[in-house]
């Protein structure tokens, strides 16, 4: 089989994968009482106060399939209710939430990546050496570092002593010519990008340096994860015959490592790093609670009523929805480049 056949095959399997979600997340609105059900269809907050003829509207007195088709149909126009935390339509607001949250997963999960599997490599290389055991113990430190903790620690060396990098998105000058200035146009909602398409290269760079430290925090205890994983695979890899063949044909050490033991090794670091970028894209609370950024995992920290209001159940249900979607479609990549590096997998 080959690779396009392959990606067409599993993009016919997500479908109904995605599916499934959408049933199960309506399998747990199930649990909530009509009316609490209903303000899965609340679009505005006038609308809060006609709860009775939103039961009727919608059918929520009625049967499971009649509901499930009218809540499907709602799903599908975008309308997943109306969170009152944020003040608008669930839709709107993790629309609104998530940019925060990609830009910093933008930088962090490529230098997790790169980071983790250069070092796995070099330390499974240089096995029980200098290199190893050092890589190891920073591994394992920088996995048991509570994330609350390292960021607290980052703000009082680098900002509140040294004054380099500061917390939050933006800062105050760069904020006020966006909302005020009405030169800003919104294009990606990154400001890291917009500010190049906007021709205000200083409001990039004040957005680069407000990301240094988020981006160093999650780095730092992510990148353990795949450093750990890549080094047991590459032990793998360097003891199979291949390898002992390769090397009794006289290929060098460099051609050994980068042609051979490391493709195969980056089966299992895929999988580890689909997973990091899935979870990190649904955001990384702590991270945004401790640097104060506006990011869609703090908004659902508080939808599930973190700051200690009542729980927002569209805005919850509404997530949990985006989570699962967004787990699907990283399986789905991993499955993609699991066939491109492996051509056997297609087989299989």
Known sequence: MGLREYIIRRLLLFIPTILGVIILIFAV??????????????????????????????????SIFIQFK?????????????????KQGVLQAMLRKLPATVELVMFSIPLTIILGIYLG???????????????????????????????????????LALGW?????IGSEAYNYITLSGKWHTYTGLYTIDGLLNGQLWITIDALRHLVLPTISLTTIQIALIVRVMRSSMLESLSKGYIVTARA????????????????????????????????????????TVFNIDGIGRWAAWSAGAGGSVPDIPGVLGFAMFAGIVYCIANLIVDILYAYIDPRIRLG
């Open 29 to 62: 609105s199930q649990l909530f009482t009509p009316e609490q059900r209903a303000s899965l269809y609340v679009t505005s907050e006038k609308q809060l106060e006609k709860i009775d003829v939103i039961i009727q509207t919608y059918h929520l007195n009625e």
């Open 70 to 86: 009218e809540w499907f149909w709602q799903v599908l126009q975008g309308n997943l209710g109306y969170s009152h935390i944020a």
């Open 121 to 159: 490599v070099q330390s499974a290389v240089h096995r029980d050496k200098l290199v190893d055991h050092a890589t190891r113990t920073a591994a394992i430190i920088g996995w048991s570092l509570p994330s609350f903790w390292l960021g607290i620690m980052l703000i009082a060396i680098f900002y």
């Open 165 to 169: 990098f500061p917390p939050e998105r």
């Open 249 to 288: 044909k006289g290929l060098s050490q460099a051609e050994v490592i980068n042609k051979h033991a490391r493709r195969n090794a980056l089966i299992p670091t895929i999988t580890v790093s689909g997973l990091l970028t899935a979870g990190m894209l649904t955001g990384v609370t702590i991270t945004e």
